[in-house]
């Protein structure tokens, strides 16, 4: 499943980039998070509609999830493309598994740090950045580009504290839980685009196909992937997603837009192998060992 969501998530920077062609950046966040709504929710109905499992609630930590897993991040990353590289997107969608480290030792019982976790997520970083090269970090010259960096860093913070809160959830149904959010998320994103971008206009066909792709395969599909991978195996683990993020946006270039593929590939995808093994040892050993 986190190869799955790597993959996934790999070639959302690209269509996002396609989007902006034609729409704005928060239009593009409301529709996104609009359509991945709908089936998720008539999914959820159908197998019976429940959420929690136990008397305990957490409505607060929910809306939490709600807006920092979806409609936050998106209106920060859809904003923050127009004046950034994408080289630099992705370095901070891997920053993640580094943010996720010293929240999940502090507030996730199991998840305490140690030397190997450590070593491991910075050799990791170590390739992503090998990875994208120094373009990650060169500048695009658009007088925006710094607020634009931050609004990319402030997303990876977002989805990394939406998982930390996510695993402290009481027992929760895993399909209601990748649906409220997305309410929650809809709730605050469309009146957000209304008053920050006004009435958007109406979008042609292509740009219908590509909303239509970003809300029900990185969005709706993924996000019950997302859901199920954190609370099973935890954010630490999940997080270990992001790393993959770069990889695959390079390789999904190459093979999409004839991009030339780095000759650093193989290097950055040892060292970033190397971290994940290193730092999720015992995890994995466990997975493959039941396997």
């Not at 019976?48 to 998106?74: D, H, I, N, Q, Y």
């Not at 904003?79 to 630099?88: I, L, N, P």
């Not at 370095?91 to 998840?111: D, R, T």
């Amino acid at each position: 499943m986190v190869a799955a969501l790597g993959l996934t998530w790999g070639g959302t920077f690209l269509v996002i980039e396609l989007a902006l062609e034609t729409l704005t950046p928060f239009w593009i966040a409301a529709a996104r998070i609009s359509i991945a709504t709908l089936p998720t929710v008539l999914v959820w109905r159908v197998l019976g509609g429940k959420l929690w499992r136990t008397e305990e609630r957490a409505w607060a930590s929910l809306v939490c999830v709600g807006a920092l897993s979806s409609a936050v991040p998106f209106m920060l990353l859809s904003w923050g493309q127009q004046f950034v590289t994408s080289g630099f997107a992705g370095v901070s969608m891997a920053a993640v598994a580094l943010l996720v480290l010293p929240l999940a030792h502090f507030f996730v019982p199991g998840e305490q740090l140690t030397q190997r976790k450590v070593l491991g997520f910075v050799i990791g970083f170590l390739g992503v950045v090998i990875l994208i090269g120094g373009q990650a970090f060169s500048s695009t010259g658009v007088h925006l580009e710094t607020p634009g960096r931050i609004a990319c860093v402030c997303a990876a913070c977002c989805y990394a504290v939406s998982s930390v809160v996510m695993r402290r959830l009481p027992p929760i149904d895993p399909i209601g839980l990748a649906a409220v959010p997305l309410l929650f998320g809809s709730a605050l994103i469309i009146p957000t685009a209304f008053m920050s971008e006004g009435i958007p206009p109406m979008p042609d066909a292509r740009t219908i196909a590509i909303l239509c792709f970003l809300g029900l395969v990185p969005t709706a599909g993924a996000n019950f992937l997302r859901v199920w991978v954190i609370r099973t195996a935890g954010p630490v683990f999940m997080s270990l997603t992001n790393y993959q993020v770069p990889v695959w946006s390079v390789v999904l270039g190459a093979v999409f837009l004839s991009e030339p593929l780095p000759q650093s590939l193989l290097l950055a995808l040892t060292l970033i192998l190397a971290g994940v093994g290193l730092s999720q040892f015992s995890a994995l050993k466990r997975v493959f060992v039941r396997s």
